[in-house]
């Protein structure tokens, strides 16, 4: 999946729309988002590795090779490593949270159903 995020986001920056570097750069970096918050840390990962290669390849000069003549470029996969550790964690994170509250409300129904059935056991019948 990442690696077609990837492709399709360069094709359409590089191919069809020739988008400037800024354009790209949170192109890839919303890909990134998206990767990590749906399938984690690992793919985002990968994908911020082959998203940074795409863009230092396609778009920043000199284009056509995997030579970062600025230095200043690095940061563009600084950001995709940190986009992608950072919205991975906070969606397991999130993920945690979820299955949490379900469990809770499982268990406060059980006990809520519990709790309703000896109620109904020990009430006196009714004249």
Same mark, same amino acid.
């Given at each position: 999946m990442?690696? !077609?995020?990837v492709v399709g986001?360069?094709l359409? &920056?590089y #191919?069809g729309l020739?988008l400037?570097?800024t354009t790209?750069?949170? +192109?890839?970096?919303l &890909?990134?988002? &998206? %990767?990590? @918050?749906?399938?984690?840390? #690992?793919? @985002? $990962?990968?994908?911020?590795? %082959?998203?940074?290669?795409?863009f230092?390849y396609?778009?920043?000069?000199? %284009?056509? *090779?995997?030579? %970062?003549?600025?230095?200043?470029?690095?940061?563009? !996969?600084?950001?995709?490593? $940190?986009t +992608?550790?950072?919205?991975s964690?906070?969606?397991a #994170?999130?993920r945690? &949270?979820?299955? @949490? @509250?379900i469990?809770r409300g499982?268990n406060w129904?059980?006990? *809520?159903?519990?709790a309703?059935?000896c109620?109904?056991?020990?009430?006196p019948?009714?004249?």
């Open positions: 990442a690696v !077609l995020s986001i360069t359409v &920056g #191919r020739h400037n570097q790209m750069a949170l +192109a890839f970096l &890909g990134v988002l &998206g %990767i990590s @918050a749906s399938w984690g840390l #690992r793919e @985002a $990962v990968f994908m911020s590795v %082959i998203a940074t290669l795409a230092n396609y778009f920043l000069p000199p %284009i056509g *090779t995997f030579t %970062i003549a600025d230095p200043q470029n690095w940061i563009a !996969l600084f950001a995709f490593l $940190v +992608a550790v950072t919205a964690q906070l969606s #994170r999130a945690r &949270g979820a299955r @949490a @509250a469990e499982r129904s059980a006990s *809520t159903l519990s309703s059935c109620f109904q056991a020990t009430t019948p009714s004249c």
